[in-house]
């Protein structure tokens, strides 16, 4: 059973930055594909950036160039660095995982592991 725990969300202003982390724990003898996703209020869920097993990392039109995801297999984390925030980044950040490589050509209910999220808010 694979187990995710977010950390790093929080209030910015715009313009600011924040780095979300998320800590894998389970089979730890198998590589698995981490993204991430949000969700602002009344709206669908999103791919925001994805890193697969190769580490190929693949990202949104919206966040490209602003956002970095990047993973530390020594300590299984998973982290989103976000700059240059905007109020439209604001959300319900969930981090992802599943044996395939997905990347962001999946639809979110494709993923079979997810982490309870943590939010960001970013004010203008």
């Known amino acids: 059973q694979v187990q995710l725990v977010e950390s790093g969300g929080g209030s910015v202003q715009a313009g600011g930055s924040l780095r979300l982390s998320c800590a894998v724990s389970?089979?730890?003898?198998?590589?698995?594909?981490l993204a991430w996703f949000r969700q602002a209020p009344g709206k669908e869920r999103e791919g925001v950036a994805a890193?697969?097993?190769?580490?190929?990392?693949t990202y949104s039109d919206s966040v490209k160039g602003r956002f970095i995801i990047s993973r530390d297999n020594a300590k299984n984390i998973v982290h989103l660095q976000m700059n240059s925030l905007k109020p439209e980044d604001t959300a319900m950040y969930y981090c992802?995982?599943?044996?395939?490589?997905?990347?962001?050509?999946?639809?979110?209910?494709?993923?079979?592991?997810w982490g309870q999220g943590t939010q960001v808010t970013v004010s203008s």
């Open positions: 890193i697969d097993s190769d580490d190929i990392t």
């Open positions: 389970g089979n730890k003898d198998s590589t698995y594909c």
């Open positions: 992802a995982a599943d044996f395939v490589d997905y990347g962001l050509d999946a639809a979110p209910n494709d993923y079979d592991y």
